[in-house]
Each structure stands twice: as structure tokens, then as C-alpha cells.
């Protein structure tokens, strides 16, 4: 496994850790709502418990943003 495969996988575990906080409703919305964050940078206006896990998953998400991001942009 290479370094990257294994930030990966790291960082895959932090994020399905920090969804299992959430109620099972809730899961596709801040999930779909990361989508949505790495594809054009909206950020959500949640409260409670999905703000709370949707920025413990924000720097995940900013990583992930920067490798599908063109360097142009």
C-alpha cells in the first residue's frame, strides 16, 4: 500500500466514524451535502449535531476537494 492509499483509508475511517454520530436521517443529508462541498465549495447551513460532524469531516473534505479541484482553478 502506497502513502497515499494509506491516507485514504485513514481518512475514510475518521469520516464513516463521524457520520455513525449522526442519526440514520441525517447521514445523507450531510454526506450528500460534502458532495456538495468538494464539487463547488457550498457550504451547508446545518445546526447541531450535522454542523458539528459536518465540520469534524471539513478539512477530509478539503483534502478530497483539492485532488478532484483542477490546479487552473
Same mark, same amino acid.
Given at each position: 500500500m502506497n502513502k497515499d492509499s494509506i491516507q485514504l483509508n485513514k481518512e475514510c475511517r475518521l469520516y464513516e466514524k463521524a457520520l455513525?454520530?449522526?442519526p440514520d436521517k441525517d447521514h445523507i443529508k450531510v454526506s450528500l451535502a460534502g458532495i456538495s462541498y468538494i464539487t463547488n *465549495?457550498?457550504?451547508?447551513?446545518?445546526? *447541531?449535531?450535522r454542523k458539528e460532524v459536518f465540520e469534524e469531516i471539513r478539512p477530509i473534505l478539503n483534502r478530497w476537494k483539492s485532488l478532484v479541484t483542477p490546479k487552473s482553478e
Open positions: 455513525r454520530k449522526l *465549495g457550498k457550504v451547508p447551513h446545518f445546526r *447541531g449535531i
